[in-house]
């Protein structure tokens, strides 16, 4: 099936078909996956805060919601994949610890997540699926073949979307 890219956190990498790409431990952060199914051309960001805009060291770009998804589809356009034709998927997102509930900072998950989703609107990525939230952390594995994303959980099984 071609080769297995690992995604460390806060980082990214596209690929061509054929390629596998996986992140791990995906807890509060978001995975964000783009596929163009016209080319086989893949991305996978693993951000861990919503906004480079909030943060006083905001170089690594693929750290956050906003700038990674840029990074991601520059990068795919790069490698040949049509900006039109790119869809995504996301996952992770979780509320990992328990926090008092009426502080909307400790809400990281929720917050990667909203972030991730108004970014790739306002660059007109429709974000076809979604397996986010809850308490439990996710791996997860882009298939360049068809976009598929296997979700592994501990507890919770193996999914696909």
Do not use: W
Not at 4 to 32: E, F, Q, R, W, Y
Not at 118 to 129: C, G, M, Q, T
Request: glycine share 10%.
């Amino acid at each position: 099936m071609g080769n297995i890219i690992k995604v460390g956190m806060a980082d990214l990498m596209v690929s061509n078909h054929p390629s596998i790409l996986t992140t791990l431990g995906l807890g509060s952060c978001v995975g964000i996956a783009l596929y163009d199914p016209a080319t086989n051309v893949i991305g996978l960001a693993h951000i861990m805060l919503p906004s480079s805009l909030q943060a006083k060291n905001n170089s690594n770009v693929a750290k956050f919601a906003d700038t990674a998804v840029e990074k991601l589809i520059e990068d795919m356009i790069k490698i040949g994949a049509r900006r039109g034709n790119i869809v995504a998927k996301l996952a992770g997102g979780a509320q990992m610890f328990a926090f008092n509930q009426t502080s909307d900072m400790m809400k990281i998950g929720l917050r990667n997540a909203i972030s991730a989703k108004e970014k790739l609107a306002e660059l007109k990525i429709p974000v076809i699926a979604e397996d986010t939230g809850g308490n439990y952390g996710r791996t997860v594995e882009l298939y360049s073949n068809d976009g598929k994303l296997i979700i592994k959980t501990i507890g919770h099984g193996v999914k696909q979307i």
